[in-house]
């Protein structure tokens, strides 16, 4: 029995050795540190868990002063009637004899296995609060950190089975427990559910990854979040939207009493173990400019006094230009920049046109990037830095041609500062612009060995993969049989799904902004289907981090190519317009070059796209903002059609001739053309061919010299119209809409 007893012990001290060790710590007056977990906590797939396990390094974080101890158990269940209940296990034996000040909970990811979650789920509140009781009966003045999981990757084998979804319900069970034990609640899934490239076997991160969390925790336990700090892109010169409450949300260290002042308004919060600081600042008067000062002042301990001073702050509106390379096509490379820098040289300097610039560190043009260059990549670091900056001559040659021109004219409109902010990446695929979770909960095989994806454009992933440096494509991490790691690094790149939402409007959204100029589609042309539900995924992302559901989204139409998916991706867009909320779409067929797919003529699409967020966002409604479309198509006669069409004022061509490029097709779905003339606000089709109409096309080519427009000279869409009524059901319509 005694040596029972003594191997028992010596067990318990080899235990805590491994995890720390720093021995001369043993029986001294330390912080006693045990971390309560599955495999993540014992570091599996690591080498030398002992050494770069997350409790490990934490050690290392925390210095002499405390003692960390490891007490991770592979494949342990918090549920106790599971396969493999932590309450069962040696592990936890261990941990209670350890007696901590302060335990570090990681545990459910193997309750979403079918054997457990499925079966147990109601009684997984009273087991994690058991457990949280258990250690308290260790040591009842012992501080329980409880941690929401770290990410499952959309590649694990039971992802779609089951995995995904009951592992979002035992996250919020977590919430819920600490919640009801008046437990601190430390997240380790936000800092790595956008690093999948940590996840080689699907679960288990690398030593950064480890990294990451041991972070995690130090911060958790010291309160030390790096002292004051502002979102990245709140920088002097900026613009804040006019006349609405904004929302500014920082960090400081735990316990710090934070003070904004900006105008006549001192506001103030205190953060709380989580970091966090947030003020809501009343509206601002439009066209003043704002000093805005945040003080940060500890309440307890050593005394750390900081302070951020931003000036010039303009009070206007904001929007953000994104998108892919005709967004990003630069104002010096646009047909008019001769013009538009002779009137800057003479007018003098735009202080009320703010710029914030964010530009990519590597160009995805058709070459290999250093090893430098891809690690970079893979921590989100693809953006230059920026800061705004008051329009000029010098900045404004580099920025957006598109955004430019959109600015001005709002600029002009309105009389108030405008704020615009471009990130577009040449290239780029919606895809990458989706947040990973709207991704993983709505269309997760387009996650999946992306580079070998039909979802996604053939080009995209041919010229990712130059990038990489891949002349196939490679497999995901595998083990082999002693259980190494083998085969391709998991390398990031801006065209991968999420992606860029990940690397930039994941900060950006602590920007206020008015809505979205958005001019994409070229590299989703080949799957319009698909683009329509990334499309909603998308918008539906950006409201949401945005925190505002009907935040305007004005998008380019693709302009005329020879390109022959053009004419249907088109028409998809058109759709959009019509069908999908608070989106407006602008015409550019007519200013397209049949052989460039980046068109010169930049001036009228960023006009456009200020012509409808003016009437749209700001009510100016004194003219039309968008071409005119069809209505109804209604058969007339043997061979006459009348479009019946809204947004027709003035009706007429752009270069005085016939309207043209009509066809019209009868129930064998063969298309004629047809001879067309302008009577009033309305067209009539003359088709000989066809006697029987079932569908009238227009400009229905990659290329088009189509030339109808309104009296304020915007164009008419191309379009596929499928349905012809007669002329009675029309009559029809119209009396029901009188009578109405």
């Not at 009966?137 to 999981?149: E, F, G, Q, V």
């Not at 925190?547 to 759709?575: C, E, G, V, Y």
């Not at 019209?664 to 067309?676: E, P, R, S, Y």
Request: glycine letters at 6%; proline letters at 5%.
């Amino acid at each position: 029995m005694k040596k029972l007893i003594l191997a028992t012990l010596l067990l318990t001290v080899a235990l805590v050795s491994v995890a720390s060790p720093k021995k001369k710590n043993i029986g001294k007056h330390v912080t006693r540190v045990a971390c309560i977990g599955n495999s993540i906590t014992y570091g599996y797939g690591l080498q030398d868990p002992a050494k770069d396990s997350y409790p490990a390094q934490l050690q290392d974080m925390l210095g002499d002063k405390f003692l960390v101890g490891r007490f991770g158990k592979s494949g342990a269940t918090l549920l106790r009637k599971a396969y493999r209940p932590y309450f069962e296990q040696q592990e936890f034996r261990d941990a209670m004899a350890f007696h901590p000040d302060i335990a570090v909970i990681h545990l459910g990811i193997n309750d979403t296995d079918p054997r457990a979650w499925p079966c147990y789920r109601d009684e997984f509140i009273t087991d994690y609060l058991a457990l949280i009781d258990s250690v308290r009966h260790s040591n009842p003045k012992c501080r329980i950190i409880m941690a929401l999981m770290s990410p499952i990757s959309d590649r694990h084998h039971r992802f779609d089975s089951g995995t995904r979804q009951w592992f979002y319900e035992i996250q919020q069970h977590i919430r819920k427990v600490s919640e009801i034990a008046g437990a601190q609640l430390i997240d380790f899934y936000t800092p790595l559910h956008c690093r999948p490239d940590l996840f080689p076997d699907r679960l288990h991160p690398t030593r950064e990854g480890y990294g990451i969390i041991a972070h995690t925790v130090y911060e958790g336990i010291t309160g030390n979040f790096g002292g004051l700090r502002l979102p990245k892109h709140w920088t002097s010169h900026m613009v804040l939207p006019h006349g609405k409450p904004v929302t500014l949300r920082g960090s400081a260290d735990a316990g710090s009493l934070i003070t904004v002042s900006i105008g006549n308004q001192v506001l103030r919060d205190t953060t709380g173990l989580d970091g966090k600081w947030q003020v809501s600042i009343a509206a601002l008067d439009k066209g003043k400019t704002y000093t805005l000062q945040v003080d940060c002042r500890k309440l307890k301990g050593k005394d750390r006094s900081q302070q951020i001073i931003l000036t010039d702050i303009a009070a206007g509106v904001v929007w953000l230009a994104s998108g892919q390379s005709n967004m990003a096509f630069k104002l010096r490379n646009d047909a008019e920049f001769a013009k538009v820098r002779k009137i800057q040289e003479t007018q003098g300097e735009n202080p009320d046109i703010r710029i914030l610039n964010l530009r990519e560190r590597w160009l995805t043009d058709n070459i290999t990037w250093s090893p430098q260059a891809l690690d970079s990549v893979n921590h989100l670091h693809y953006y230059k830095d920026a800061t705004w900056e008051p329009l000029s001559t010098k900045n404004a040659p580099e920025f957006s041609a598109v955004a430019y021109y959109f600015a001005k004219m709002l600029q002009d409109s309105l009389q108030c500062p405008v704020g615009i902010i471009c990130n577009a990446i040449g290239g780029s695929g919606t895809e990458s612009w989706v947040d990973r979770e709207s991704l993983e909960q709505e269309f997760p095989s387009i996650l999946r060995n992306w580079t070998q994806n039909d979802f996604i454009q053939d080009w995209v992933r041919g010229r990712a993969m130059k990038n990489m440096g891949w002349e196939t494509p490679k497999q995901e991490f595998e083990r082999d049989n002693s259980g190494q790691l083998t085969g391709a690094y998991l390398q990031r790149h801006p065209y991968q799904p999420c992606y860029l939402y990940e690397a930039s409007i994941r900060e950006l959204k602590e920007v206020p902004i008015d809505g979205v100029i958005w001019y994409q589609g070229e590299s989703n042309a080949q799957n319009f289907t698909t683009h329509g539900i990334l499309w909603r995924l998308m918008t539906r992302s950006w409201r949401k981090a945005w925190n505002n559901r009907n935040m305007r989204f004005i998008f380019a139409q693709l302009s005329s190519l020879n390109r022959p998916q053009w004419t249907w991706f088109r028409d998809h867009q058109r759709k959009l317009d019509f069908f999908a909320g608070n989106t407006h779409m602008v015409v550019t067929s007519d200013v397209g070059d049949s052989l460039d797919v980046h068109p010169r003529h930049k001036r009228p699409v960023g006009e456009r796209m200020a012509l409808r967020a003016l009437h749209n966002e700001y009510r100016h409604r004194k003219n039309l903002d968008t071409g005119p479309s069809v209505r109804r198509a209604v058969q007339m006669g043997n061979d006459t059609i009348m479009l019946s069409m809204r947004d027709s004022r003035g009706l007429k061509t752009s270069d005085g001739q016939a309207p043209r490029v009509f066809e019209v097709a009868g129930a064998d779905g063969i298309f004629h053309q047809a001879k067309a003339y302008i009577s009033g606000t309305d067209i009539y089709l003359v088709c000989p061919q066809v006697h029987e109409a079932r569908q009238v096309r227009y400009a229905w080519q990659p290329y088009t010299r189509a030339n109808v427009v309104n009296g304020s000279g915007l164009p008419m869409s191309t379009f596929l119209h499928n349905k012809v009524i007669t002329r009675q059901a029309y009559e029809r319509q119209k009396t029901l809409y009188f009578v109405k």
